[in-house]
């Protein structure tokens, strides 16, 4: 756990009453049931739950990757699915950072090109100029920090689990964002190597004062962070063991 308390700071992302339904032909099925959630400046927060409980679909919902059917999601005191979609694209890219299980490098790039995908989407939406040569200074100086010297022009194949998973560390912070949000992010890695991986996010985000919300399985994981929510049948039942009611 880090030195946070919740009631110091603001919250740098809310949900309310997210609704999602997928239609399967003719019947409409509904995943998340009125999901809620506060995240707050500088909290480490865990979203556990069984599969198929709705915790990556929300987690989606909550990364503006997938709009709700009903409900409100607020970045950065802005109702994100209220905005047109290039408003969205550009709030994800200046406010989240993402990391997921499986990685999602591209394997033509180098590991360094891949950090910079961030910087090249803010580029052609018109967000931030890229200077190529500061940019991609700035990207070998973040792999080198995480051990990857001798690694920065491998392919994502040329690289182990591990040295993969910290590339994808190392992508996500490049826009230095306020919320990292990270599904499942030692799920594909041996024990050892997840261990030396969520040791790196934590140290980054208490470095850099980061909102972290970390979907998980292992409750490992969840007793490093400050608060955890429990998800079951597509709503938010418990705060840390504290039912919640509906």
């Known amino acids: 756990m880090s030195d946070f308390a919740a009631s110091d700071q603001p919250a740098v992302l809310t949900a309310r009453d997210v609704r999602k339904a997928f239609q399967v032909g ?11 959630i506060d995240l707050y400046q500088g909290e480490r927060l865990c ?12 987690l989606h919902i909550l990364g503006l990757l997938e709009e709700p059917t009903e409900g409100d999601v607020t970045i950065g005191g802005k109702d994100a699915w209220r905005l047109p979609s290039s408003d969205r694209a550009r709030l994800r890219n200046q406010h989240l950072g993402f990391v997921f299980q499986f990685y999602h490098l591209l394997p033509e790039l180098s590991a360094v090109e891949n950090v910079l995908v961030p910087a090249m ?3 052609a939406h018109g967000d931030r100029k890229m200077d190529r040569a500061a940019d991609k200074s700035r990207a070998r100086d973040l792999l080198v920090k995480f051990g990857l010297e001798k690694r920065l022009d491998h392919r994502p194949g040329q690289l182990s689990g591990g040295e993969r998973q910290r590339v994808a560390v190392a992508r996500a912070l490049f826009l230095d964002p306020e919320i990292l949000i990270a599904d499942e992010p030692t799920g ?3 024990t050892a190597t997840g261990e030396a991986v969520l040791e790196l996010l ?5 470095e850099r004062n980061l909102s972290l919300l970390l979907v998980t399985h292992d409750e490992r994981l969840s007793a490093r962070c400050d608060r955890t929510l429990y998800m079951e049948d597509g709503q938010i039942q418990a705060d840390t063991g504290v039912v919640i009611p509906h």
């Open 188 to 190: 594909n890695l041996d």
């Open 121 to 123: 989407i803010a580029h």
């Open 202 to 206: 934590l140290d980054e985000q208490r």
């Open 47 to 58: 979203l556990m739950g069984a599969s198929g409980a709705g915790k990556s679909t929300f």
């Open 26 to 36: 003719d019947r409409s099925i509904e995943i998340l049931h009125g999901a809620h």
